[in-house]
């Protein structure tokens, strides 16, 4: 599963974005304004791709199996491997107040121009998305995140040597090997290795290399 977060307006001490899943407008989020200077519990996290797994520990995991009950919530989303940061979840909340780092979701959006951004109808927006989520990681699925700072989806990591040129890619564990995820396109990826037509990424996985310009 291929989860997007597209920010579009960054103002003020707040980032709202949009959370597409697989391609698909899902919710709006929110989350702290990224900065190039990292400050504790005030920071929303670089522009990348990371994976996401269920968290099974810490005290917004107990709080989440008490509110929604031990049948709905498996875990907290968890967005891992990004550097520098750790204990970055998808959560409830509404504004800047309510996240240090995470990413909050929500079914309204206020522009946070000349106000503070605010999201409204968080526990509705959560409720519709994390099942779908949760129900593929349970599933032993990967599940991966894009954080994008721009709208129109250029790809923008900084090691970046060739893009997917194919409307969709998937990328293996190995040559041939299962499939981990998938990769779209405009996709900027970093080659690290060629054997046999598959190139070996930065993410750890492979594709075919026909498929890359």
Same mark, same amino acid.
């Given at each position: 599963?291929?989860?997007?977060?597209?920010? +579009?307006?960054?103002?003020?001490?707040?980032?709202?974005?949009? =959370?597409?899943?697989?391609?698909?407008?899902?919710?709006?989020?929110?989350?702290? $304004? %990224?900065?190039?200077?990292?400050?504790?519990?005030?920071?929303?996290?670089?522009?990348?791709? @990371?994976?996401?797994?269920?968290? /099974?520990?810490?005290?917004? &995991?107990?709080?989440?199996?008490?509110? @929604?009950?031990?049948?709905? &919530?498996?875990?907290?989303?968890?967005?891992?491997?990004? %550097?520098? *940061?750790?204990?970055? =979840?998808? &959560?409830?909340?509404?504004?800047?107040?309510?996240?240090?780092?995470?990413?909050?979701?929500?079914?309204?959006?206020?522009?946070?121009?000349? $106000? /503070?951004? *605010?999201?409204?109808?968080?526990?509705?927006? +959560?409720?519709?998305?994390? %099942? !779908?989520?949760?129900?593929?990681? /349970? =599933?032993?699925?990967?599940?991966?995140?894009?954080? $994008?700072?721009?709208?129109?989806?250029?790809?923008?990591?900084?090691?970046?040597?060739?893009?997917?040129?194919?409307?969709?890619?998937? *990328?293996?564990?190995?040559?041939?090997?299962?499939? !981990?995820?998938?990769? *779209?396109?405009?996709?900027?990826?970093?080659?690290?290795?060629?054997?046999?037509?598959?190139?070996?990424?930065?993410?750890?996985?492979?594709?075919?290399?026909? +498929?890359?310009?």
């Amino acid at each position: 599963m291929e989860l997007q977060v597209i920010r +579009y307006s960054t103002s003020g001490e707040s980032a709202l974005g949009m =959370l597409l899943i697989n391609g698909t407008f899902a919710c709006y989020t929110l989350e702290d $304004r %990224p900065r190039d200077r990292k400050q504790y519990g005030q920071t929303g996290i670089p522009a990348g791709r @990371y994976r996401v797994e269920l968290y /099974e520990q810490g005290r917004l &995991h107990k709080k989440y199996l008490e509110r @929604y009950g031990a049948d709905f &919530h498996k875990g907290m989303l968890h967005i891992v491997g990004v %550097p520098g *940061f750790e204990g970055i =979840l998808i &959560h409830t909340g509404n504004t800047d107040d309510d996240t240090d780092g995470c990413l909050l979701v929500g079914d309204t959006s206020q522009v946070n121009i000349e $106000r /503070e951004g *605010f999201i409204g109808e968080s526990r509705k927006a +959560y409720q519709r998305i994390y %099942p !779908m989520i949760a129900n593929v990681l /349970e =599933l032993g699925e990967a599940v991966w995140i894009t954080y $994008r700072d721009n709208i129109n989806g250029k790809p923008e990591p900084a090691e970046a040597d060739q893009l997917v040129v194919a409307d969709q890619l998937n *990328f293996r564990a190995s040559p041939g090997g299962n499939r !981990m995820g998938v990769l *779209f396109e405009n996709t900027g990826v970093e080659t690290i290795e060629q054997r046999d037509g598959w190139s070996r990424i930065h993410v750890e996985g492979w594709v075919s290399g026909k +498929y890359l310009g």
